[in-house]
């Protein structure tokens, strides 16, 4: 049985930092492109980070440089360390998994086939 299962979200002052996890249980987080997404209250899911089988890292502009995606093979986690947070950086941040290798670098939510229950991110 597939779950991922996110954790690590919360609060923070402007400027500040959180980091996200994800663990995937039925995955193997080093064989599968994986990715995360977050989605602001009346607004659409968006792509925020991706990494590819390979480590290959995709962002979104709005926050490169501040944001970086990495796997814990060791431990079978996907993490989002998050520095330099904005207030427009809150939201609700979603793991996903599963995205075909051809379009491992996609932004796309719809390209990902696994989904966590989302972990709640505010920045004040």
């Known amino acids: 049985d597939v779950q991922l299962v996110e954790s690590g979200g919360g609060s923070a002052q402007a400027g500040g930092s959180l980091r996200l996890s994800c663990a995937g249980s039925?995955?193997?987080?080093?064989?599968?492109?994986m990715g995360w997404f977050r989605q602001g209250t009346g607004k659409e899911r968006e792509g925020v980070a991706t990494i590819d089988r390979d480590g290959i890292q995709t962002y979104t502009d709005s926050v490169k440089g501040r944001f970086t995606i990495s796997k814990d093979t060791a431990n079978n986690i996907l993490t989002l360390q998050m520095t330099g947070l904005e207030p427009e950086d809150t939201a609700m941040y979603y793991c996903?998994?599963?995205?075909?290798?051809?379009?491992?670098?996609?932004?796309?939510?719809?390209?990902?086939?696994?989904w966590g229950q989302g972990t709640q991110v505010t920045v004040s």
């Open positions: 996903a998994a599963g995205a075909p290798p051809y379009m491992s670098h996609s932004l796309l939510a719809y390209v990902y086939k696994d």
């Open positions: 039925g995955y193997t987080v080093r064989s599968y492109c």
